[in-house]
């Protein structure tokens, strides 16, 4: 039997213990000031050195984009193409770059197209990563990719700016399923991150299978006040 939405995403209450302990977490990271993303900073990850600008994701302080660059060591292959959705500092789009031979990083934030774009040429890397601004697939109309990436807001709402876009959206999860299949190449596959977190996730996994996706666990990490996991997705003929 096909496991719903809600119980594939992890638990939806971490329990009480783990629940204030995450409390406990924020708290502490508020007072330190590790929230306050309206600055630059300069972070390592995996090695790789990544220029965060104000009102762009910080990918090492939420964890998730870290998480995901993480993970793309053990799915990409040499000579791929690959797109990056909602690429915010790029960093998804850059470890990418290292095994691909081609990578389109887009994002609906300005100042993210600008943090990507620098952090390709900071790494060496902007000979095989392209930066794009637009929403969704907009920028790619017409091409298609071996690889597409996203990791979606979490949280319906209509954003408030281009840097809300990143944490919310009424119809992401919607326009994302419907535009899939015309952007994968044959033998095409999407990795998509979801979290226990937030009210938005489940949506995508609906989403999805209503239009003909299969969807699998590729990567899953579990931290104090969430579950995050790496969903592989692909056109159901070819799961």
């Given at each position: 039997m096909r496991e719903n939405a809600r119980?594939?995403?992890g638990p939806a209450s971490p329990g009480p213990t783990r629940w204030l302990l995450?409390?406990?977490?924020?708290?502490?990271l508020r007072l330190t000031r590790l929230r306050d993303y309206d600055a630059y900073?300069?972070?390592h990850v995996h090695g790789m050195s990544i220029l965060v600008l104000p009102?762009?994701?910080n990918p090492k302080l939420l964890r998730t984009g870290a998480f995901f660059a993480q993970c793309l060591a053990a799915q990409l292959a040499t000579g791929r193409n690959v797109l990056d959705m909602g690429t915010g500092t790029g960093v998804c789009a850059l470890f990418a770059?290292?095994?691909?031979s081609r990578v389109i990083a887009v994002d609906i934030n300005r100042a993210a197209v600008r943090c990507a774009g620098i952090n390709a040429a900071l790494n060496h890397l902007e000979h095989r990563v392209e930066v794009r601004h637009g929403d969704l697939f907009g920028p790619v109309s017409g091409e298609r990719f071996d690889l597409v990436?996203?990791?979606?807001?979490?949280?319906?709402?209509a954003p408030r700016d281009e840097r809300d876009a990143a944490w919310r959206s009424n119809d992401v999860a919607m326009r994302f399923a419907a535009g899939l299949g015309a952007h994968l190449a044959p033998g095409g596959a999407a990795l998509l991150l979801l979290s226990s977190f937030g009210n938005a996730c489940e949506s995508f996994i609906d989403e999805l299978r209503s239009r003909g996706f299969s969807i699998s666990?590729?990567?899953r990490r579990r931290y104090v006040n969430e579950t995050v996991t790496v969903f592989?997705?692909?056109p159901r003929e070819e799961a």
């Open positions: 119980a594939l995403l995450g409390k406990l977490l924020e708290s502490y900073r300069l972070e009102t762009v994701a770059a290292r095994h691909a990436l996203f990791n979606p807001p979490f949280l319906k709402g666990v590729f990567a592989r997705v692909t």
